[in-house]
């Protein structure tokens, strides 16, 4: 198998699975309890805190871990709608956040607060004066994604960072996308609250964190025995916790090395790609995107039979978003970038990995050439395009010859 498709998950890596092992068998104990075993846990996942808390620049203390990015996303966001409805009922985001955020945000809508949906444009990447313009005194929170999961494209999150401090208004930030594949700093990115996910960076699924900023008051809006300062109750997830830090701790040591080798691959795809098939175009921003993921659509052809034929050549690529590929609508995030239906489903997402090669990457490019040939051969609405084109040329080129 050709494994491109991590932004939907990745394979947990050797040595996360010898850290997490112990936790399943050895220092299995419950971290709230005080004896031996349950001390033993409690270490693990102190340990695996320090371990996140340091990739992104924060203060151990600061680190909260839930079951994942969705639940990040639901505790910051409605932590402090709730928490702040007393000073306003105002909340901005962009109209190409996850689900997680999006859905929560429609959620509060309909509880008595107003949202406003930044525009992306065709670059995909918010703009700032959108976002000064859309402040009024109102607003409480500010929540943009660091990197896009579909195209790839990085937010100017430390310029709204540094706008919503100005005006006093929290901030958090998306970063499932952007931890281990680019630098994250929570000081430099001026953020008060930072979703995080470990499947993403080579982690186990069911795991994630959430970067609270000290001082910064959430609602309650999980319930529980009050652990992980009564924002994510429920017995810790020991075992991922362990393994999120490992995750953490590895990519911290090869991101620079990553971002290199990854920004070297994601070109040359996109070269091979668009210098081998016939309109071919990159979705997004071509330059301020994350190493490693690209998004192109191609005319003529159904981005699902395109997949389907990649993964009988066992490659394994995607149309989207993995938490909208059972969707039968077109992307959300293509058509924020002004296109239509018909290219939107003829789009095709890619996003490696540090395992893939350059073998692999040429590989990809003749096995999508030639699938978009068949595919497109087989396309009506393609191969009427193509006479239509025809005949126009021979039209100009009998002009031409009238002229001489």
């Given at each position: 198998?050709?494994?491109?498709?991590?932004?939907?998950?990745?394979?947990?890596?050797?040595?996360?699975?010898?850290?997490?092992?112990?936790?399943?068998?050895?220092?299995?104990?419950?971290?709230?309890?005080?004896?031996?075993?349950g001390?033993?846990?409690?270490?693990?996942?102190e340990?695996?805190?320090?371990?996140?808390?340091?990739l992104?620049?924060?203060?151990?203390?600061e680190?909260?871990?839930?079951?994942?990015?969705t639940?990040?996303?639901?505790?910051?966001?409605?932590?402090?709608?709730?928490?702040?409805?007393?000073?306003?009922?105002?909340?901005?985001?962009?109209?190409?956040?996850?689900?997680?955020?999006?859905?929560?945000?429609?959620y509060?809508?309909?509880?008595?607060?107003e949202?406003?949906?930044?525009?992306?444009?065709?670059?995909?990447?918010?703009?700032?004066?959108?976002?000064?313009?859309?402040?009024?005194?109102?607003?409480?929170?500010?929540?943009?994604m660091?990197?896009?999961?579909?195209?790839?494209?990085?937010?100017?999150?430390?310029?709204?960072?540094?706008?919503?401090?100005?005006?006093?208004?929290k901030?958090?930030?998306?970063?499932?996308?952007?931890?281990?594949?680019?630098p994250?700093?929570?000081?430099?990115?001026?953020?008060?609250l930072?979703s995080?996910?470990?499947?993403?960076i080579?982690?186990?699924?069911?795991v994630?964190a959430?970067?609270?900023r000290?001082?910064t008051?959430?609602e309650?809006?999980?319930?529980?025995?009050?652990?992980?300062?009564?924002?994510?109750?429920?017995?810790e997830?020991?075992?991922?916790?362990?393994?999120?830090?490992?995750?953490?701790?590895?990519?911290?040591?090869?991101?620079?090395?990553?971002?290199?080798?990854l920004?070297?691959?994601?070109?040359?795809?996109?070269?091979?790609?668009?210098?081998?098939?016939?309109?071919?175009?990159?979705?997004?921003?071509?330059?301020?995107?994350?190493?490693?993921?690209?998004?192109?659509?191609?005319?003529?052809?159904?981005?699902?039979?395109?997949?389907?034929?990649?993964d009988?050549k066992?490659?394994?690529?995607?149309?989207?978003?993995?938490?909208?590929?059972?969707?039968?609508?077109?992307?959300?995030?293509?058509?924020?970038?002004g296109?239509?239906?018909?290219h939107?489903?003829?789009s095709?997402?890619?996003?490696?990995?540090?395992?893939?090669?350059?073998?692999?990457?040429?590989?990809?490019?003749?096995?999508?050439?030639?699938?978009?040939?068949?595919?497109r051969?087989?396309s009506?609405?393609?191969?009427?395009?193509?006479?239509k084109?025809k005949?126009?040329?021979?039209?100009?080129?009998?002009?031409?010859?009238?002229?001489?």
């Amino acid at each position: 198998m050709i494994y491109m498709d991590h932004a939907a998950t990745s394979p947990v890596r050797k040595e996360v699975v010898e850290a997490i092992e112990p936790y399943f068998t050895e220092f299995y104990g419950n971290p709230s309890t005080i004896y031996k075993v349950g001390r033993e846990a409690k270490k693990g996942l102190e340990n695996a805190r320090e371990n996140v808390a340091k990739l992104i620049g924060a203060k151990a203390d600061e680190i909260i871990f839930t079951s994942g990015g969705t639940e990040s996303d639901n505790i910051a966001i409605k932590g402090i709608a709730l928490k702040n409805k007393d000073k306003g009922n105002h909340i901005i985001t962009s109209s190409i956040e996850h689900p997680a955020v999006l859905e929560t945000c429609r959620y509060l809508e309909k509880n008595g607060f107003e949202v406003t949906y930044l525009p992306v444009y065709q670059e995909g990447i918010v703009r700032i004066d959108d976002l000064k313009e859309a402040i009024t005194d109102k607003t409480i929170l500010i929540t943009v994604m660091h990197v896009n999961s579909e195209i790839g494209t990085i937010q100017p999150i430390a310029e709204i960072g540094k706008i919503a401090k100005e005006k006093n208004i929290k901030f958090h930030t998306d970063a499932v996308q952007s931890i281990g594949k680019i630098p994250v700093n929570v000081d430099k990115l001026n953020v008060d609250l930072l979703s995080i996910s470990a499947h993403k960076i080579y982690g186990p699924k069911g795991v994630g964190a959430l970067f609270v900023r000290k001082g910064t008051r959430l609602e309650t809006v999980l319930h529980g025995g009050g652990q992980e300062k009564n924002l994510s109750s429920g017995t810790e997830n020991v075992p991922g916790a362990v393994g999120l830090g490992k995750a953490c701790e590895l990519a911290g040591k090869e991101l620079e090395k990553n971002m290199k080798y990854l920004a070297k691959l994601r070109d040359r795809l996109v070269e091979g790609i668009t210098t081998n098939v016939d309109e071919a175009y990159v979705n997004g921003d071509t330059d301020k995107k994350v190493p490693g993921t690209t998004n192109l659509h191609f005319v003529g052809i159904e981005g699902e039979g395109l997949v389907l034929l990649l993964d009988g050549k066992n490659i394994a690529a995607a149309t989207g978003s993995a938490c909208s590929s059972k969707k039968l609508e077109a992307s959300y995030v293509l058509k924020a970038l002004g296109l239509d239906d018909v290219h939107c489903h003829g789009s095709l997402r890619l996003t490696l990995g540090s395992e893939n090669t350059e073998e692999e990457v040429e590989y990809v490019i003749e096995s999508i050439k030639e699938a978009v040939a068949r595919l497109r051969s087989m396309s009506s609405i393609w191969n009427e395009r193509e006479s239509k084109m025809k005949d126009l040329e021979d039209k100009n080129r009998c002009k031409t010859c009238s002229l001489e």
